[in-house]
């Protein structure tokens, strides 16, 4: 079918992105984009191309081709595209930009309810309800400053990173 060639190279890339196999990926990505493509797959390559290039440590071409995305894409990339972008920004250490992102993703429609397909794949999603004290950053005292409702959602996150780690016993193993 000649008239899905595209969408085939576009689900191609995927595939080998999907796999790890970033540098052939890209490639294929890159390609892609050379010739003129409908704007829905060139929005889904650049933003695979930018998941290429921020899994190889390259920060400033991963945000350029988050900018090349232009137009709106499905609700889950729309979600995994702002979580990409903060997580640029945040290794950049430009934080302020990324709350201001997030903030304007939140306007636009994109909520933390869009986040729930990342939790479909066994990615754990936690919404952190809104706490006035966190915003200044710095030191915070977690029984004196943050809310009730903020401090139970910490500690659910803490549990699932602890979830991450092996459990020992309380006991050394005998020795033979």
Do not use: C
């Amino acid at each position: 079918m000649p008239h899905h060639a595209d969408e085939a190279q576009l689900l191609e890339g995927g595939l080998y992105l999907s796999l790890g196999m970033h540098n052939e990926a890209g490639r294929r990505f890159e390609a892609l984009l050379k010739d003129p493509v409908p704007s829905g797959v060139r929005n889904v390559a650049w933003f695979y191309l930018a998941q290429v290039w921020y899994a190889r440590g390259y920060l400033d071409k991963a945000g350029m081709a988050l900018a090349r995305v232009n137009g709106r894409m499905s609700p889950e990339l729309e979600a995994q595209k702002e979580l990409l972008l903060g997580n640029v920004l945040i290794h950049q250490g430009k934080y302020d930009e990324a709350v201001k992102e997030y903030e304007e993703a939140g306007q636009r429609g994109v909520t933390p309810g869009s986040f729930d397909s990342l939790a479909h794949r066994g990615q754990t999603v936690v919404e952190v309800p809104f706490d006035p004290h966190l915003r200044p950053g710095g030191v915070i005292d977690v029984k004196g400053e943050m809310a009730r409702a903020t401090r139970r959602t910490f500690l659910r996150i803490a549990a699932s990173v602890a979830g991450f780690f092996a459990s020992r016993p309380d006991e050394k193993p005998e020795q033979p």
